[in-house]
C-alpha cells in the first residue's frame, strides 16, 4: 500500500507542471519512504530480539520512531502546505 502511494505520488509529480504541487508530491513520497523505514525498523527490532539472546530494546525501535516522526513532519508540509513552505517554494523559481 504505501509503496503503491509513493509510485502514485512520483508519476503524479512527472506529470504536474506547477512547482508546489510537485514539491507537495514530493514530500508526501519522501513521507511514504519514512513509513516504510518505520516498520522495517520495528521488523528488524523483533527479529533481533527473537533470535539472539538480546534482553530487550534495540536501536532499532529509537531509529522507528525517528522514522515516524519524519513521515508526521512530511505528511503535514505535503497535506497542508505551510505559508513558509510555499513561500520557499515560490522564491525558487
Known amino acids: 500500500?504505501?509503496?503503491t502511494?509513493?509510485?502514485i505520488c512520483?508519476?503524479?509529480k512527472r506529470?504536474?507542471?506547477?512547482?508546489k504541487t510537485r514539491a507537495g508530491f514530493?514530500?508526501?513520497a519522501y513521507s511514504m519512504i519514512g513509513?516504510?523505514?518505520f516498520f522495517l525498523m520495528f521488523?528488524?527490532?523483533t527479529m533481533i530480539v527473537v533470535f539472539t539472546d538480546h534482553p530487550g530494546y534495540t536501536i532499532f525501535i529509537y531509529l522507528a520512531w525517528i522514522f515516524?516522526?519524519?513521515?508526521m513532519v512530511l505528511s503535514y508540509m505535503s497535506l497542508v502546505m505551510p505559508e513558509w513552505l510555499i513561500k520557499l517554494i515560490e522564491k525558487k523559481e
Open 5 to 7: 502511494i509513493f509510485m
Open 15 to 19: 506529470k504536474s507542471n506547477d512547482k
Open 1 to 3: 500500500m504505501l509503496i
Open 43 to 45: 521488523f528488524f527490532d
Open 10 to 12: 512520483q508519476k503524479a
Open 26 to 28: 514530493s514530500l508526501l
Open 68 to 71: 515516524a516522526l519524519l513521515f
Open 35 to 37: 513509513m516504510i523505514l
